[in-house]
């Protein structure tokens, strides 16, 4: 039963970060009272101190929260807009809901970000702009600043991607080219009075990279643009644009000595780490010994796995106290082959290719939190020497399917991909290593 204890455990962790319970559990109105129940603070709004509500939603997991606030505004008049990605949606009556690209934006990108800006164009200190934010937000909205087009965007986000750039990285790029992210959206919402429910899916809950900083100051300038354009060998327009911007030839985004003035409060609602906690929870009523490890795993995906395994061998050999190793984060992949998979797949392979007959009785689970890892329908993989055994059954050899990046397919043919569709969530992923 241990490969079904995986995914049962993998699976309470998604449910603990349900965007539509969370919502519920935070969100309350009681005669024109709106409470927010967070786990540091408690916050109260009197919402008949306002004129008009707007609920904006941005991100892979923004229907579903707008689910949870029609259930909390329930005989409010409101207007609603949520941007999410393709699949990624949910049954709304007060909201519209336009779908688009990711990881790599496109037209409707563009599309969503206009009609946010038309939304929030005669907000005032009489509104209250309730924001849904969570990851994908980077791609889901895009405001090209002046001389750049979505293809520019496009071309940047796949070039790092396929380079192995990560979150941060990639989303200091896309900052400077936007006129939302980076504190972009704060500007927008001009004297309103804005409460944002964000739903984080970076390592570290850093308010300034979940979705680019849509709703906090930025800490990275065009210098830093300028330094990840040179590490990852990008030229052209945008490298000399982050040269006129280090130079002070173009707008900075928003600065902490900036926000001084704005009316406005950030609040993270989940997180990997309430995640973790779910899967510890669901490991301990299976009956296992659960330690979690850390929400904060980065690095290269198959030099990740080596690590964990190193800690299951260790585990397995001395810790007799501890059967389940919980662990999230994200990690990224450098690519170098022309194979389909994702960074939980590679992981798992990674993973699998290191196992040898001492390591019988270690299972290992890898995968996202959103159901999506990389452009495949699966959430992640399975790794144990069973599998191993099964692909050299079938003449399957792990070490040439993971030189060409071709995880996807070397699972799907052993029969060991996760795959849950879209959660409609999203906070990194989860890492799980049972010791039989």
Excluded at 117 to 128: C, E
Excluded at 289 to 312: H, Q
Excluded at 335 to 343: H, N, T
Excluded at 354 to 365: Q, R
């Amino acid at each position: 039963m241990t490969h079904e204890f995986l995914i049962d455990i993998f699976k309470s962790a998604v449910d603990a970060v349900d965007p539509y319970n969370l919502i519920l559990r935070k969100l309350n109105i009681k005669n024109g009272i709106l409470k927010l129940f967070d786990e540091n603070e408690s916050f109260e709004l009197d919402l008949n101190n306002f004129d008009k509500i707007i609920v904006i939603g941005i991100g892979k997991a923004s229907a579903k929260m707008a689910l949870g606030v029609e259930n909390v505004f329930k005989g409010y008049d409101f207007e609603g807009l949520v941007v999410t990605k393709y699949g990624h949606t949910e049954k709304l009556t007060k909201f519209e809901v336009l779908q688009a690209g990711h990881p790599v934006p496109d037209e409707n990108s563009i599309r969503g970000a206009e009609k946010i800006i038309n939304l929030l164009k005669n907000v005032n200190d009489k509104t209250f702009v309730l924001t849904l934010v969570s990851g994908g937000g980077s791609a889901l909205v895009s405001a090209p600043r002046e001389g750049f087009t979505l293809a520019d965007k496009q071309d940047i986000t796949g070039k790092l991607l396929e380079r192995g750039a990560d979150i941060g990285e990639i989303n200091c790029v896309r900052k400077h080219l936007s006129r939302m992210k980076g504190g972009g959206y704060l500007k927008l919402l001009k004297d309103s009075f804005s409460l944002n429910l964000i739903l984080s899916d970076v390592i570290g809950d850093r308010l300034d990279t979940i979705a680019s900083g849509l709703t906090y100051f930025d800490s990275t300038t065009f210098h830093d643009a300028l330094k990840i354009c040179v590490k990852y060998n990008i030229e052209g327009k945008v490298k000399e644009y982050f040269k006129k911007g280090a130079l002070g030839g173009a707008e900075e985004t928003l600065k902490e000595k900036d926000i001084k003035s704005s009316r406005f409060k950030n609040v993270i609602i989940g997180s990997n780490y309430h995640a973790l906690l779910g899967a510890k929870k669901k490991a301990k009523q299976l009956g296992l010994s659960p330690l979690i490890l850390t929400d904060e795993l980065f690095g290269e995906a198959r030099e990740v796995a080596k690590v964990l395994l190193s800690f299951a061998r260790g585990f397995k050999k001395y810790h007799k106290g501890y059967d389940c190793l919980i662990s999230g984060g994200e990690t990224t992949v450098t690519i170098k082959g022309s194979g389909k998979g994702g960074r939980n797949q590679e992981m798992a392979l990674a993973f699998l290719s290191e196992l040898t007959k001492n390591d019988e009785g270690i299972y290992f689970l890898s995968a996202g939190t959103d159901g999506n890892d990389g452009p495949t329908d699966a959430a992640g993989a399975m790794a144990s020497y069973e599998i191993l055994k099964r692909a050299y059954e079938v003449g399957l050899n792990p070490d040439d399917f993971l030189q060409n990046n071709d995880s996807y397919r070397f699972f799907e043919q052993v029969k060991a991909l996760v795959k849950t569709g879209p959660t409609n969530t999203n906070v990194c992923d989860v890492q799980i290593v049972l010791l039989k």
